[in-house]
């Protein structure tokens, strides 16, 4: 929407999340996730700080004290400095395991279906501790994602089960172009058809009744 909006304003803004729930490890997700955000503490927090230019500890020093400080941005609150240690103990445990295999990145396709898998894992881990408005609440949080220990009295049905599986594969298309060339060859009165039923679809799904958007705290 903000891109959207600018533009009829006549201004470009660059792209500031580009499929950040496809990416194949913490590094990458934070190539791809808030990039305003990532690039603006990798060049005023983790290179001033010497980057990975320094030894290995200090790299992962210099890692964890930037991570807590892109938590600490959002709000002086315990939850986002727990969060940014999470992310940043799963990127120094990214650093270490590819150093530890020669910088090797690639593998068979199941890995890289496996190490996307995880790292959504991980980020929604991570989410959640964000999410998070006491610290109690965290611990309830993680006993359901890590030991499965569901506290709530409902559940989901299984039908629901189908739509991740529907789901990120169209993600992963869109991802790789598919729809943005479609549309780009579609006559107008198609592409006005296909935007007003995406909309009435999105309409269908909204409750109500929702707390605001997260980001207008900060």
């Given amino acids: 929407m903000a891109i959207a909006s600018a533009a009829m304003l006549g201004y470009r803004l660059e792209r500031n999340f580009n499929f950040p729930h496809v990416a194949r490890n913490v590094g990458e997700f934070w190539q791809r996730w808030h990039i305003s955000l990532s690039s603006w503490l990798r060049d005023y927090c983790y290179i001033p700080l010497g980057g990975n230019r320094a030894t290995k ?33 799963a990127l120094v445990v990214q650093r270490e395991w590819l150093r530890r295999r020669g910088g ?55 039908e629901l089960l189908a739509w991740p599986a529907l789901l990120y594969p169209i993600h992963g298309l869109s991802h790789r172009g598919l729809f943005r060339e479609a549309l780009r060859r579609a006559p107008a009165w198609l592409f006005a058809l296909g935007f007003g039923a995406a909309a009435a679809l999105a309409a269908a799904f909204t409750p109500l009744h929702s707390p605001p958007f997260i980001y207008f705290q900060f």
Wanted: aromatic share 10%; proline share 2%.
């Fill in 57 to 89: 500890l200090n790299t992962y020093r210099n890692l964890m004290i930037t991570m807590v400080l892109g938590g600490l941005w959002h709000g002086a609150s315990w939850n986002f400095v727990l969060w940014g240690v999470w992310h940043g103990v």
């Fill in 104 to 158: 090797r990145r690639s593998g068979p396709p199941i890995i890289a279906i496996a190490s996307t898998a995880l790292t959504l894992y991980i980020v929604c881990v991570g989410s959640s501790i964000f999410r998070a408005e006491q610290l109690a609440d965290i611990s309830v949080f993680l006993g359901a994602l890590v030991l499965l220990q569901g506290a709530g009295t409902q559940t989901l049905g299984t």
